[in-house]
């Protein structure tokens, strides 16, 4: 397979409209409730990312994992989160929300009831709320970069 030119198509489109990107960084923030520690927020962008394919966020969110206090190994293993020992219960129910939320075409229900149950054992309403926020908010940041083959180091974040 061959590999893909590294240029982007065009500028980041929030980069383009400035009120898109005010709203986008107001979405992002909105999430920053009580009951969804920071560090959570860096590894649920960084799952997404993964599954998403975003270079660019996969960095991004890489280093904010480990600047926000993530051990080299949490980082390294959130993709593999199910069979490694370093993720809390909450932060499992966390993890299996963002992947359900992120791939909703891929099952007739994609949030299925045990998924949801266990993440509202976790979590009560409003920090429930905020994690949909922040797993919704970047995986639109995934889908304009990857619309537009935006290049992991080029966006000086």
């Not at 986008?24 to 920053?32: P, R």
């Not at 309403?125 to 080029?154: D, Y």
């Amino acid at each position: 397979m061959q590999a893909r030119q590294m240029n982007a198509r065009m500028t980041q489109p929030a980069y383009l409209l400035p009120d898109a990107m005010k709203a986008m960084m107001a979405l992002s923030k909105s999430a920053h409730v009580e009951g969804v520690p920071e560090a959570l927020h860096e590894l649920l962008h960084l799952r997404v990312s993964q599954i998403n394919g975003c270079g660019v966020c996969l960095e991004m969110h890489a280093r904010g994992a480990l600047k926000s206090g993530q051990s080299p190994e949490r980082v390294a293993t959130v993709a593999g989160w199910r069979d490694t020992p370093y993720f809390t219960e909450a932060e499992r129910a966390a993890l299996a929300l963002a992947e359900a939320v992120t791939r909703v075409a891929d099952k007739a229900d994609p949030v299925s009831d045990e998924v949801w149950d266990e993440a509202a054992r976790h979590y009560d309403e409003k920090a429930l709320a905020g994690l949909l926020i922040t797993i919704s908010a970047i995986n639109v940041w995934n889908r304009l970069n990857a619309a537009t083959r935006q290049v992991a180091g080029s966006l000086g974040v």
